[in-house]
T-cell receptor, first 112, second 112 residues
Framework: SQQGEEDPQALSIQEGENATMNCSYK?????LQWYRQNSGRGLVHLIL?????REKHSGRLRVTLDTSKKSSSLLITASRAADTASYFC????????????FGKGTKLSVIP | NAGVTQTPKFQVLKTGQSMTLQCAQD?????MSWYRQDPGMGLRLIHY???????DQGEVPNGYNVSRSTTEDFPLRLLSAAPSQTSVYFC???????????FGPGTRLTVT
C-alpha cells in the first residue's frame, strides 16, 4: 500500500517560475524524504526532513512538513529546464521500521 | 567510489526462465534493498537486508528470492519469470537504514 501520495501527478511550468509539489501520508513517521528521478535513471536524494522539523532549505529547495495534517510540500524556486524530472516523497513507518515507502511521483516539466 | 552498481542494464527473458539481478555497493552500507518501478505505480519494495545474513520481505516479495552473504552484494533472483515481472528494478543502499538512499542505475527487465 502507498504511504506517500504526491500531488499533482504532473506539472508544467515556464523556466523561472516556482514549482510546488505536495505529499500526503497515512501513518506517523520518523522522517520524510524527497527524491528526484531523471528519465531512465536511478533516484537521487534531495532532502530529508525529520518529524520534529517544520521547514528545511537546501539551495533552491524548500521543504515543509505538517505532521498534524500528515503532509509535506516541496518548493523549487526559480526553476530551470534541468529541473525537469519526476519527484517522489518517501516515508518510513515510525519507530523500528526499516522500510521506506515511495509515492507515485509528480512529473515536472520546465519549459525553456 | 563506484557507489551502487547493477548488472545487467537490460534483460529479456522468456516465461519460466530464471535469472539473477546483481547489485553491489562499495560504501560499506549495512542496509540494502530492491525496488521495482512500474508506470504509474511509483517504487515498491521487494526485499531488504539490514546486514550480512539478514533479509526480510517488503511489499511485493512473491516470485523473488534474495540472500546477503557479504556486506557488498545483494543479488535478486527471479525463480520462474512471469510477464507480470516486466519492470525496472532498482537496488539501493544506505546507512543507517531509513536515511538517504543511494540508488543504482536500474535494470530494465522484459518477460515475454
Amino acid at each position: 500500500s502507498q504511504q506517500g501520495e504526491e500531488d499533482p501527478q504532473a506539472l508544467s511550468i515556464q523556466e523561472g517560475e516556482n514549482a510546488t509539489m505536495n505529499c500526503s501520508y497515512k501513518t506517523s513517521i520518523n522522517n520524510l524524504q524527497w527524491y528526484r528521478q531523471n528519465s531512465g535513471r536511478g533516484l537521487v536524494h534531495l532532502i530529508l526532513i525529520r518529524s520534529n522539523e517544520r521547514e528545511k532549505h537546501s539551495g533552491r529547495l524548500r521543504v515543509t512538513l505538517d505532521t498534524s495534517k500528515k503532509s509535506s510540500s516541496l518548493l523549487i524556486t526559480a526553476s530551470r529546464a534541468a529541473d525537469t524530472a519526476s519527484y517522489f516523497c518517501a516515508t518510513d513507518s515510525g519507530a523500528g521500521s526499516y522500510q521506506l515507502t515511495f509515492g507515485k511521483g509528480t512529473k515536472l516539466s520546465v519549459i525553456p | 567510489n563506484a557507489g551502487v552498481t547493477q548488472t545487467p542494464k537490460f534483460q529479456v527473458l522468456k516465461t519460466g526462465q530464471s535469472m539473477t539481478l546483481q547489485c553491489a555497493q562499495d560504501m560499506n552500507h549495512e542496509y540494502m534493498s530492491w525496488y521495482r518501478q512500474d508506470p504509474g505505480m511509483g517504487l515498491r519494495l521487494i526485499h531488504y537486508s539490514v546486514g550480512a545474513g539478514i533479509t526480510d520481505q517488503g511489499e511485493v516479495p512473491n516470485g523473488y528470492n534474495v540472500s546477503r552473504s557479504t556486506t557488498e552484494d545483494f543479488p535478486l533472483r527471479l525463480l520462474s519469470a512471469a510477464p507480470s515481472q516486466t519492470s525496472v528494478y532498482f537496488c539501493a543502499s544506505s546507512h543507517p537504514p531509513n536515511l538517504e538512499q543511494y540508488f543504482g542505475p536500474g535494470t530494465r527487465l522484459t518477460v515475454t
